[in-house]
C-alpha cells in the first residue's frame, strides 16, 4: 500500500454530522441535530418525465431523505449504486469507498486540497484542464509540467524528470492526468503507457488523481483504468455523470482507499456539508430504473454521437484546414487541439480578430500551467459536441479564412 493511503485526517468530523447514521437506528430519539421539521417542507413528490415518454417517481423513502440534511459522501442509495457500477466496470483488485460530490471538479480541488501542503510539487500534464490549473494556482504549491504527446503523458520524460529529481528538493507525491479525451488535447493513454505510468507511480510513491469524465466517451473499446489496476491503492479516481446524464444536476464521484475518501468527506463537512441531495434522488430514480446494463447502453448511446460529430467535423477541418493546421482526430471526448502552422500567438488571433469574424475558440496558451515560461502558443482547442454541421463547416471556413489574411500580414510586415 502506498503510505499516501496511511494519510491522517487533520480535520474532526463534526459531531452533528456523525450523529446523521445514528437517527436511523428504529427506536432513536434525537435530541441533538438542528435539522428543521421536514413537516414543514411544500415537496410531496418529484415526478420525471424521460424524453421516451416514460415518467418515473422519485422514491417516497428517496425524497423524504433527500429533503433534508445527509451524509457527506451522498444518499445511501446511490452511493451503493455507485459502488457496484464502479465494480463492474472496473473491477478494483483491492477494497474501495465512493464519495458524491458537486461534480467531479469539486471532488477534485476537495482531493488537492486535502494532499497538498505548503511548498508541494505537484506533476500536471501540459497542457492541460484550465479549472484545475486555476485552482492550483490558489494552492500553497508549485506546478511541475509533464510533457505529452499523441498518447498523453510520456512515461520515458517522467521517469527522468523523477530519476533526476534534484535531492535538495521535495519530491513530488501526486500525478493529475485526465487520461482518455484529454481536454484540451483529445488525447487518450493506452493502456500499455498506463500500466507503464503506474511501474513509476509505484517506483516514487506517487498518488495518481485520475481525473477520467470523458470514460464513457470512448468512441471504441474502452481502455481499462488505473483504478481496474491498482493493487497499492494509490489511485484516486474522479468520474462524472456531467457528459452522461446532465452537466446541471452536478453530480460526481471519486473512488479510492477508504483512507482518502474518509478526509475528503471531512473535507466536504467543513465546506458545504454535503452535495445536493435533491440532484442525488433524481439521478439515483433514474439510473435505477435502467439497472446497470441500462446505463451502460445509454453511455454507448451517447459515444456513437460525438463519435459522429468528430467524424463529421474533422472531416470539414479536412476540407477548411489542410495545411494551414495540424491537429490528431481523437477516439474520445468533445475536443480537437490544433496546432496553427505560420501563426506565431493565436491568442490575439482567437480572442480578438476571430471574434469579429464570428466564430470561437478557446487560445492554447489558457491550458498551459506556466504560460509565462512557454511564451505565446501556436495551439488552439475548438469543441464539436454543440455545433450543427452546417456551422461546423461555416465556423471551420471562417477560421480558415482568418488563417489566410494573418498569415498573409506577417509576410507582408516581415
Known amino acids: ?12 468530523s463534526f459531531t452533528v454530522r456523525r450523529l446523521i447514521p445514528l437517527t436511523k437506528i428504529p427506536g432513536m430519539i434525537s435530541l ?33 431523505e433527500s429533503l433534508t440534511y445527509g451524509p457527506s459522501d451522498g444518499i445511501p442509495q446511490l452511493n451503493s449504486w455507485l459502488k457496484e457500477l464502479q465494480r463492474l466496470q472496473h473491477a478494483p483488485p483491492r477494497d474501495f469507498a465512493v464519495a458524491i460530490g458537486t461534480g467531479s471538479q469539486d471532488l477534485v480541488t476537495k482531493g488537492l486540497q486535502m494532499l497538498i501542503s505548503d511548498g508541494d510539487n505537484v506533476l500536471f500534464e501540459s497542457p492541460g484542464y484550465v479549472g484545475v ?8 504549491c508549485n506546478l511541475i509540467d509533464v510533457d505529452l504527446d499523441l498518447h498523453g503523458v510520456i512515461p520515458s520524460r517522467l521517469r527522468e524528470q523523477l530519476d533526476n529529481w ?6 513530488p507525491k501526486m500525478l493529475y492526468t485526465v487520461p482518455v479525451g484529454g481536454n484540451p488535447t483529445g488525447v487518450s493513454q493506452t493502456l500499455e503507457r498506463k500500466k507503464e505510468i503506474y511501474e513509476i507511480a509505484r517506483q516514487h510513491d506517487l498518488l495518481i488523481l485520475e481525473d477520467d469524465p470523458y470514460y464513457y466517451l470512448q468512441y471504441g473499446e474502452k ?30 464521484w471519486a473512488t ?14 467543513t465546506s458545504n456539508l454535503q452535495p445536493s441531495s435533491i440532484a442525488q434522488a433524481i439521478t439515483y430514480t433514474l439510473v435505477q430504473s435502467w439497472g446497470h446494463q441500462g446505463f451502460y447502453e445509454h453511455t454507448l448511446k451517447v459515444a456513437r454521437f460525438y463519435k459522429e460529430r468528430c467524424q463529421l467535423f474533422c472531416k470539414y477541418a479536412r476540407k477548411h484546414l489542410e495545411g494551414l493546421a495540424e491537429w490528431v482526430e481523437p477516439n474520445a471526448g468533445m475536443f480537437v487541439w490544433f496546432y496553427l502552422n505560420g501563426i506565431k500567438d493565436s491568442s490575439d488571433l482567437i480572442m480578438n480578430k476571430a471574434v469579429e469574424k464570428k466564430v470561437l475558440l478557446v487560445p492554447g496558451i489558457d491550458f498551459f500551467c506556466h504560460p509565462e515560461e512557454s511564451g505565446p502558443s501556436k495551439f488552439v482547442r475548438a469543441s464539436f459536441s454543440n455545433v450543427t454541421e452546417e456551422d461546423m463547416d461555416q465556423g471551420l471556413e471562417r477560421l480558415a479564412s482568418l488563417l489566410r489574411e494573418q498569415i498573409n500580414l506577417q509576410e507582408s510586415s516581415a
Open 1 to 12: 500500500m502506498s503510505k499516501l493511503t496511511t494519510l491522517e485526517p487533520t480535520l474532526n
Open 223 to 252: 481502455i481499462p483504468s488505473y483504478l481496474s489496476f491498482d493493487v497499492d491503492g494509490r489511485v484516486l479516481r474522479f468520474d462524472s455523470m456531467s457528459k452522461i446524464l446532465s452537466s446541471g444536476l452536478r453530480v460526481g
Open 166 to 171: 534534484p535531492a535538495d528538493k521535495r519530491k
Open 32 to 64: 441533538g441535530a438542528g435539522a428543521p421539521n421536514p413537516g414543514l417542507f411544500p415537496f410531496e413528490g418529484i415526478n420525471i418525465t424521460l424524453k421516451t415518454g416514460e415518467s418515473l417517481q422519485v422514491d417516497s423513502t428517496v425524497l423524504e
Open 256 to 269: 479510492g482507499p477508504a483512507e482518502l475518501i474518509n478526509v475528503m468527506n471531512l473535507v466536504t463537512q
Open 133 to 140: 490549473i486555476g485552482f492550483l494556482r490558489s494552492q500553497p
